[in-house]
């Protein structure tokens, strides 16, 4: 059952507004330039009927550094059941148009991008922490964020770790 | 032990009132702990007297990173993580990120293994929706039906235990099938469930449905058209009762859904009721595709035969050299995933379930991440709770079911 739909929009907007598409296990993508999203998001809505932004996510390719991220937006529609995948690479320190004029749902997506791996949206209302702590330094899903975990005490390094943790106060 | 810290005015200015600034609105924080929220849900209310003016909600108690630890993981050891995510939907969690894996290096699922997933993500739905229900009534004081329907729940988790010995956090879904083989007194369990189910969704009915008090407390309360419902991207029973019947079991099958009949509820109002209505009518559609199912369960292998992804029945390891390499890459190192990325949705009792899953070439996704319905659901709270008052944001909060481990992941 392959998505007609999705395979005449993903044409369309290369037409529109360039990028080059992709394609894998049936499902078109589109690799657009970031200043572009914004029209883009705003042709989906209203030319080609996706009604809602089924997700929003980012991905690191720390070490690389131009693009370091690559946005992925997945818009879904309803009245023609189609999906497409937007790709948009991003260099570090880049800042992209927020689409919460557009699809409201963006919101808290790009909050939680902002959170997670430090990518500023222009034109959001309210870019702050959302999963972190509000007063959190750094952006943990980014490839160079250490994963954190605790060293397993056995009986040969039980006293330098117990040196190591807190004590209750007395 | 973290220090105190002191909240300026500044930082949240942005996102109260005027009113609030001034003092004449009262800002109240309905904390992390709280038996109405659901889980560990904080909402900043700013309040003029008992009605809600706005109602920021600060989320993250409950971010345990799974996205980030999953990426450290091969791929059959992430699957545990899986599960911990929507904790009342365990299956469901596994069967999206199983077809996602199978769906990202090609492999095949024998029929009976689909049909036995469908079976256990239906009766995983029955077991979510009973949870909401009990807990919904329950914030609306309707105690008993709590009750209720956690002794049905029961029923269900002593088949999840029975065929994967755990009643919650099972990983019985792998890539390829299922982990193993169901016990043969799995089929007898689930049937005499459908057997008497019925009978207690009646009672739940006949307890709630023409309730003079539950109706007064939920008709007309948290309203939402079908256009803004999609401009907010809910999905599930929030966006069918309000119109749209998308339903991705319908839409998008998977897992053999088109071979089964059912119905995908919906209601036209798009309150806390006509939630409750549609919640109520999916009790009855998810029996009748367990029903089916095993009607038409066909016998033959429960996982693929793909020794590439599959590891080896233990019998042959004895037997074969073949046999043995397989399970000691598979163990040692996993398999490799193509540097592609997919994305899979489905039909979570709370809405779309997504994973985007992206490999490397490694055994390690490089990526995966899930798009949760409780966290894209819960972002309309503060719009739908505009003007109405406190007791109805706990209706609200319940009608909108979000699972916490969900939203915050």
Not at chain 1, 42 to 51: I, K, S, V, W
Not at chain 1, 52 to 80: I, K, M, N
């Amino acid at each position: 059952m392959t998505d007609e739909h999705a395979h005449q929009t993903i044409e369309a907007l290369q037409g529109a507004f360039g990028g080059e598409t992709g394609e894998y296990a049936g499902d078109p993508r589109l690799v657009l330039p970031a200043d572009q999203i914004l029209a883009a998001a705003a042709a989906l809505r209203n030319q080609h009927g996706f009604e809602y932004l089924s997700g929003l996510t980012a991905v690191d390719y720390w070490p690389a550094q131009d693009p370091r991220f690559h946005l992925v937006y997945h818009f879904s529609s309803y009245r023609h059941n189609s999906r497409v995948e937007i790709r948009v690479p991003i260099a570090e320190d880049v800042e992209v148009v927020s689409i919460t004029p557009e699809y409201w749902s963006a919101n808290w997506q790009e909050r939680e991008l902002f959170d997670l791996f430090g990518i500023r949206f222009t034109g959001h209302p309210d870019l702050r922490r959302i999963l972190m702590p509000h007063d959190w330094e750094g952006h943990p899903l980014r490839k160079d964020y250490p994963l954190g975990y605790e060293e397993v005490q056995f009986t040969f390094n039980r006293e330098e770790i117990a040196a190591r943790k807190p004590r209750p106060s007395e | 032990m973290a220090s105190l810290q002191e909240v300026t005015v500044d930082e949240i200015r942005h996102l109260v009132s005027q009113r609030a600034i001034e003092g004449e609105t009262m800002l109240l924080n309905m904390g992390p702990q709280h038996p109405s929220t659901h889980g560990v849900l904080r909402l900043l209310l700013e309040l003029d007297g008992e009605q809600i003016v706005s109602c920021i909600p600060d989320i993250g108690f409950l971010h345990t990173g799974i996205e980030k630890n999953m990426e450290a993981k091969t791929y059959i050891k992430a699957a545990v993580m899986t599960d911990r995510l929507d904790y009342l939907n365990t299956m469901g969690n596994n069967l999206v990120y199983c077809l996602a894996i199978e769906k990202l290096v090609g492999l095949d699922v024998p029929p009976r293994a689909q049909v036995i997933r469908v079976i256990m993500v239906e009766l995983q739905r029955i077991a979510s929706h009973l949870v909401w229900l009990g807990t919904h009534a329950l914030d609306l004081a309707a105690m008993s039906v709590f009750l209720y329907c956690f002794r049905e729940r029961e029923m269900i988790l002593d088949i999840i235990e029975m065929i994967s010995g755990q009643r919650m956090m099972a990983t019985y879904f792998r890539p390829g099938g299922l982990w193993r083989e169901v016990p043969p007194e799995w089929e007898d369990h689930v049937r005499g469930f459908l057997k008497i189910f019925p009978d207690r969704v009646k009672q739940y009915e006949n307890l709630l449905t023409d309730n003079p008090i539950f109706r007064d407390r939920t008709i007309g309360i948290g309203k939402i058209s079908e256009a803004d419902a999609f401009r907010w991207g809910l999905t599930g029973p929030m966006l069918r009762a309000s119109g749209p019947p998308l339903d991705l079991r319908k839409s998008r099958p998977y897992s053999g859904y088109e071979q089964y009949d059912f119905d995908v509820p919906t209601h036209t109002d798009g309150d806390v009721y006509a939630r409750y209505l549609v919640r109520m009518q999916e009790f009855h559609e998810s029996m009748k595709i367990v029903r089916q199912a095993l009607d038409k369960l066909p016998s033959g292998p429960i996982i693929s035969n793909d020794r590439k992804y599959v590891p080896p029945p233990r019998s042959e390891l004895g037997v074969s050299m073949e046999a043995l390499i397989h399970h000691f890459k598979l163990w040692t190192e996993g398999f490799p995933a193509p540097k592609e990325s997919v994305y899979v949705p489905v039909e979570s009792p709370r809405g779309e379930l997504g994973v985007f899953l992206e490999g490397d070439g490694g055994p390690k996704p490089y990526r995966c991440y899930w798009r949760t319905p409780s966290f894209v659901n819960l972002e309309c709270l503060e719009y739908i709770s505009k003007g109405h008052m406190v007791a109805d944001l706990v209706a609200i909060i319940g009608s909108i079911d979000i699972v916490l481990g969900d939203t915050d992941r």
